[in-house]
């Protein structure tokens, strides 16, 4: 006879399965390897809950644990030399190619994505990447950690990586790297592109800095708080690994652990009417190509009480999320690549950002 854990072992198994089958879209390849990733991420997100009710430790403690089995050391190898430092108290892990030492090389700022509740560049895919990049690119890669939000708050974030950034682009800080000043760019991927796109922006705008990126590289990067309704939001409210609920609770706590701030997200009614000038910057129906609108439809936004904003003034600020940029800010931008994923609930916010870049562009043709 079946005993009572593996009739429970199995119910469960059965409950997620369908859990599975019935919210994921028909278009995944390889389904069947993405319903299994799925379904381990569900356990860890579960499991992450269930300890929190408890009062065993945190949803992100529990995260941490998990992910130690992944931090990789500074290790060289036969085509890069791998260490690390500390620069205005950040430590920073760099790579440098063995060949042609000589000369200077190319340059990249990489700031690794993740939650910014346990991702460290020391993680085995963000080392993979920084590591690869340098060799392929016969780059030196700078990759900094930043303050995890558990403890820090968006502001402090910003703060130490810009003031890594600005003590870094200086002509003997780079040539202390073997960095060619003239062929640097800075690249991030999620979180981290966030900070990337923000940089830059910084950077390009203010006259003091002397040395100035050529190229910035987006990598399904989340732009903006104004609107969590996109249609990639809608598409994606079930998707593997960053379904939309786990989105808003990353977004929220990167400001407060006061939970009114994810309420007001996930409702989509936190912006005041006195912000309503902003709506233009994410109006997806203005700047999403048609074959991503896919049948949704737009209605016009909700206005919110002002409380929100007062307290949490962040989620409207056009330094801290890139989108609400102005055009003019915009236009000083240097060449960058944008790279979205299809089920990705941040997907609009990568391809509304690169059309209206295109946007002016044409108008600076016409003129």
């Not at 708050?153 to 990586?161: E, G, I, K, L, P």
């Not at 929220?252 to 309420?263: A, C, I, K, N, R």
């Not at 007001?264 to 309503?276: D, F, R």
């Not at 000083?332 to 089920?343: A, E, K, R, V």
């Amino acid at each position: 006879m079946m005993g009572p854990k593996a009739l429970c072992l199995m119910i469960f198994c059965a409950l997620m399965a369908w859990h599975m089958h019935t919210t994921f879209s028909a278009d995944y390849e390889e389904p069947w390897k993405i319903m299994f990733i799925h379904f381990l991420e569900k356990i860890c997100e579960i499991t992450a809950s269930v300890l929190e009710n408890l009062g065993i430790m945190s949803y992100w403690e529990f995260y941490n644990i998990i992910t130690k089995g992944y931090i990789t050391q500074p290790t060289s190898d036969e085509n890069i030399t791998v260490k690390e430092t500390k620069i205005n108290d950040i430590l920073v892990r760099y790579y440098v190619p063995k060949r042609n030492s000589h000369k200077l090389k190319r340059g990249m700022i990489y700031f690794h994505g993740g939650s910014p509740k346990f991702a460290k560049i020391a993680l085995l895919p963000y080392e993979t990447f920084a590591r690869r990049a340098a060799n392929r690119l016969d780059a030196v890669v700078l990759a900094p950690d930043y303050q995890q939000s558990s403890k820090y708050h968006s502001q402090t974030q910003w703060n130490d990586v810009s003031d890594f950034v600005k003590s870094l682009l200086h002509p003997e800080t780079l040539a202390k790297y073997g960095v060619d000043p003239t062929r640097v760019c800075i690249t991030g991927d999620s979180a981290g592109a966030t900070i990337t796109a923000a940089l830059t922006q910084q950077i390009m705008g203010d006259s003091e800095i002397p040395i100035k990126p050529k190229f910035q590289t987006l990598i399904y990067p989340a732009l903006q708080m104004l609107d969590t309704d996109l249609p990639s939001f809608r598409e994606n409210e079930h998707t593997i690994v960053l379904p939309k609920s786990l989105a808003i609770k990353i977004m929220s706590e990167f400001y407060t652990t006061d939970e009114s701030l994810q309420q007001a997200l996930k409702s989509n009614q936190h912006i005041p009417a006195e912000y309503s000038h902003l709506f233009k910057f994410v109006n997806w129906s203005a700047l999403l190509p048609e074959r991503f609108k896919k049948g949704h439809v737009y209605t016009n936004p909700i206005y919110g009480s002002s409380e929100i904003v007062e307290k949490f003034p962040g989620i409207v600020n056009p330094i801290l999320h890139p989108l609400l940029a102005s055009d003019s800010m915009l236009r000083l931008l240097p060449l960058t690549y944008i790279l979205t994923c299809q089920h990705d609930v941040f997907r609009d916010d990568g391809l509304m950002i690169q059309m209206r870049e295109v946007i002016i562009m044409h108008l600076k043709k016409l003129r």
